[in-house]
């Protein structure tokens, strides 16, 4: 196991802050990267880190791995030194508003200008050509602000992987996760082995969230040189959301984390017997543009009548939003069949709170499709 820890540039006088990554095998033709608590205020993903960060020494030592693996069990220590009156405030960077998980640059198009004259007749050398670029990019990149140099220290890391693994949580969920179509069907056997009940694809869905972003440069890579190059398959990126904030604990942590090396067994980046798929079904694959969102009209005491994990057919209530001046209490109806995957946690709605939010219709939502 390799220990590196990267300083965040243009931090205040007097303090500095570090990302530490931890390296597992020496086989780089084959990389993954692993990160946890983007938000920092998601912590299920951080139990889940440190365990597997002894469970991949360990299968080092062994000799079984057949990839380079990067593990970040702390992805933004910027969010985790936001604390107000001891509560944590880690979705949003407190001196821009910015959302922690949004607006990474695509740069695709500045990695087309340094790879095409290198890039050859062999896609396993190109591979290597790509990843240089992306280490000659940020070596010229100057940031300019403390969250872009950590946005930067990440993507560094993760935009040179095949498969790419952010971890995080949602409010009170089942587990879920975000892909896009063209990495699915490898990512449906990592959420099969995961227990996750449904996966949510997009190609795009708006923002510039971390996953995107690292697989923008493969993809635009492809669409602009693959007729005249061979070129490896694009980065696989996946957002898991492992149920909800508080679920956090040390037997979910382990399960979780041998999930996801029974999931890299199978898919041949470490060597063993391909364990067992799990009895339940596998994730249900729905467009991220056909999730059906559900807010609160007005004020109020949220009363829950369903639970995360349970199927709604359309015109059912899932939650009653209680005005207890007005006496004014208000469903909230699903308009579509779909799976509750996720609520919110609080139990008080300011006008406009999005509520609940379900997986299973058919597409029909335009713009920006992630939780604001």
């Keep these: 196991m390799k220990h590196h820890s990267y300083p965040i540039h243009s931090s205040p006088f007097g303090t500095r802050r570090y990302i ?24 299920p993903g951080v139990a889940v880190a440190w365990y597997l960060k002894h469970a991949l020494s360990s299968l080092e030592s062994l000799g079984r791995l057949r990839a380079k693996i990067t593990l970040v069990p702390v992805a933004n220590p910027i969010g985790f030194s936001q604390q107000l009156q001891g509560q944590p405030l880690g979705r949003f960077e407190s001196n821009s508003g910015q959302d922690f998980n949004r607006q990474f640059p695509a740069i695709g198009e500045q990695l087309a200008v340094l790879a095409e004259p290198c890039l050859g007749q062999d896609a396993t050398e190109n591979k290597q050509v790509i990843r240089q ?15 872009q140099s950590q946005r930067a220290i990440l993507m560094r890391m993760a935009c040179k992987a095949d498969l790419m693994i952010d ?11 975000y892909t896009t179509p063209q990495a699915w069907p490898e990512i ?8 996750c009940r449904t996966a949510l694809i997009a190609g795009i869905s708006g923002g510039e969230p971390f996953d995107e972003a690292c697989a923008e440069p493969w993809y635009l890579l492809q ?23 508080r679920d956090v604990s040390h037997q979910q942590a382990k399960t979780d984390a041998q999930a996801i090396i029974n ?16 009895s339940g079904p596998a994730p249900l694959a729905a467009p991220l543009a056909g999730c059906e969102y559900l807010t609160a009209p007005h004020a109020g005491v949220i009363l829950y009548t369903r639970q995360p994990g349970e199927w709604i057919r359309a015109g059912e209530v899932v939650a009653e939003i209680l005005d207890p001046i007005s006496d004014q209490l208000t469903p909230l109806v699903c308009q579509q069949d779909g799976l509750l995957y996720a ?7 300011t006008a406009g709170l999005l509520v ?13 499709l992630l939780v604001p």
């Design 167 to 177: 971890m995080h949580c949602d409010w009170e969920a089942v587990s879920h996760l």
């Design 20 to 43: 530490d990554s931890y390296e597992f095998g020496d086989n780089d033709q084959q990389q993954i990267y692993i990160q946890a608590a983007l938000h920092s205020d998601e912590l």
């Design 343 to 349: 609520r919110h946690w609080v139990r008080f709605a």
């Design 223 to 245: 669409q602009r040189f693959a007729d005249h190059y061979p070129l490896p398959e694009p980065l696989k990126p996946v957002t898991l959301e492992l149920r909800g904030a």
């Design 188 to 195: 449906e056997v990592l959420g099969h082995y995961l227990g």
């Design 133 to 147: 670029a992306i280490d000659r990019y940020f070596d010229s990149y100057t940031p300019g602000t403390e969250l």
């Design 263 to 278: 999931g890299l067994i199978a898919l041949g980046y470490i060597e063993g017997e391909r364990p067992p798929l799990p």
């Design 356 to 368: 609940v939010r379900l997986a299973g219709g058919t597409a029909r939502r335009e713009g920006p």
